[in-house]
Every structure is written in C-alpha cells, then in structure tokens.
C-alpha cells in the first residue's frame, strides 16, 4: 500500500500541467469577460466599472490558486524541516523539481496576463 504523505508524494503526469491548466481557464475567463463586457456594457458606465473589478477579482483568485500550488509544490520539494531526511528515487526529485519550477511559470504568466485588464479601463477606445 503506497502511503500518500508529503515525503512520499510522487506527482504523475496530470499534475504536471495543472498549473497551465488553470492558467489557461483563467485566461480565457479573463479575456472572454472583457470581449463581453465590451459588447454589453459603454466604457464610461457603471457597469464597465463593476466588470473590470470582477476580471481583477478573477485574476487576483487565479493568481492566489496558482501561488498555493507552487508554495504547496515547493513544500513537498523540500519536506525536511523537521530533521527527517527523505530518501527518494532520482526520477521524483526530477517530478517534483518540474512541477515547482512549472508552477511558478504558470503564476508568473498568470500575474502578467491580468496586468493589461487591471491597468487599462474596459474597452478603451
């Protein structure tokens, strides 16, 4: 029976690009609202106000979402604070390094894809 602890966590393939997944639903989220918001609502009104701050409060979530998993990632990478030291195969040091390093991208991207909707007013122009 595998045990399902942090030091003997091995993540699979799935868990390899969930971070981009999200990524990608917030992305599409984020520019799907704006695209309608564009269409439905004048740029001066309040409700242009209202959706720009809903797109922040879905990006700031997915920002947050992606955080934790990377914060969550690089406590599995490095589990030891207790003294106990993990013995792990090669190929999870590797898993576990990519999925860290994969995380962090995906929340880099995340925070610089809602830059645009934060910073410019809802369909300026």
Do not use: N
């Amino acid at each position: 029976m595998r045990s399902t602890g942090i030091a003997q966590y091995e993540p699979g393939m799935l868990r390899l690009f969930a971070g981009f997944c999200i990524w990608a639903v917030g992305f599409v989220a984020l520019y799907v609202g704006h695209a309608l918001s564009c269409l439905y609502a004048a740029p001066a009104s309040p409700a242009a106000t209202a959706v720009k701050l809903a797109l922040i409060a879905i990006w700031l979530l997915h920002v947050y979402l992606l955080g934790a998993m990377a914060w969550r990632s690089a406590r599995r990478l490095y589990p030891g604070q207790d003294g106990v030291a993990v013995d792990r195969p090669s190929y999870a040091w590797f898993t576990l390094r990519l999925v860290l390093l994969l995380d962090v991208f995906a929340c880099a991207a995340m925070f610089a894809t809602g830059i645009p909707i934060a910073l410019v007013a809802v369909c300026q122009g």
